[in-house]
T-cell receptor
Framework: IAGITQAPTSQILAAGRRMTLRCTQDMRHNAMYWYRQDLGLGLRLIHYSNTAGTTGKGEVPDGYSVSRANTDDFPLTLASAVPSQTSVYFC???????????FGQGTRLTVV | GENVEQHPSTLSVQEGDSAVIKCTYSDSASNYFPWYKQELGKRPQLIIDIRSNVGEKKDQRIAVTLNKTAKHFSLHITETQPEDSAVYFCAASKGNAGNMLTFGGGTRLMVKP
């Protein structure tokens, strides 16, 4: 692994199903983030983590949860997916919060 | 919290011309201002950033200017090329604990050959 990777790259999900998007980085960055990007809109922060063991809510946290058990991994869970969660999801990391962020390749999620 | 406005939302220029994208921010305590380029279907990637202790920074054909008094910063691309076509995002943060990057809405730049 080099940098930050996400899995899966795309997914079609039935409404009401549970889904976890995976994110792993090998840069030993302290801070990690989850953004969603909708057509015609910019990047909106869902949840963040300043360091392993801590998480916080961003601009659009409802319907999502995260955990940060270790430095490298920051999974995002949709407990019960709804069509409005159809989006492209980007995970990102930075040495510390508020500095240059490195993005994963994105996960395109379609909830039907 | 911080609010970042970005204009224009779309910009079309002829190859070789210059392109300017402008952003304003609301929190006077913000001190870190990066610009990201996102090509179609790809991830956003940092192209240049500036901190509040300088007013301008250049890297080949791209430059960023910052006016802290007016709370705005701009991206300048000179001698545009078709490969500059992409969506560009500005962002702002205080660069310290508990302060995340807040992104502008993005500018779709189209460079016509």
């Amino acid at each position: 692994i080099a940098g930050i990777t996400q899995a899966p790259t795309s997914q079609i999900l039935a409404a009401g199903r549970r889904m976890t998007l995976r994110c792993t980085q090998d840069m030993r960055h302290n801070a990690m983030y989850w953004y969603r990007q909708d057509l015609g809109l910019g990047l909106r922060l869902i949840h963040y983590s300043n360091t392993a063991g801590t998480t916080g809510k961003g601009e659009v946290p409802d319907g999502y949860s995260v955990s940060r058990a270790n430095t490298d991994d920051f999974p995002l869970t949709l407990a019960s997916a709804v069509p409005s969660q159809t989006s492209v999801y980007f995970c990102a990391s930075s040495h510390r919060e508020g500095t240059e962020a490195f993005f994963g390749q994105g996960t395109r999620l379609t909830v039907v | 919290g911080e609010n970042v406005e970005q204009h224009p939302s779309t910009l079309s220029v002829q190859e070789g011309d210059s392109a300017v994208i402008k952003c304003t921010y609301s929190d006077s305590a913000s001190n870190y201002f990066p610009w990201y380029k996102q090509e179609l279907g790809k991830r956003p990637q940092l192209i240049i950033d500036i901190r509040s202790n300088v007013g301008e920074k250049k890297d080949q054909r791209i430059a960023v200017t910052l006016n802290k008094t007016a709370k705005h910063f701009s991206l300048h691309i000179t001698e545009t090329q078709p490969e500059d076509s992409a969506v560009y995002f500005c962002a702002a943060s205080k660069g310290n604990a508990g302060n995340m990057l807040t992104f502008g809405g993005g500018t779709r730049l189209m460079v016509k050959p």
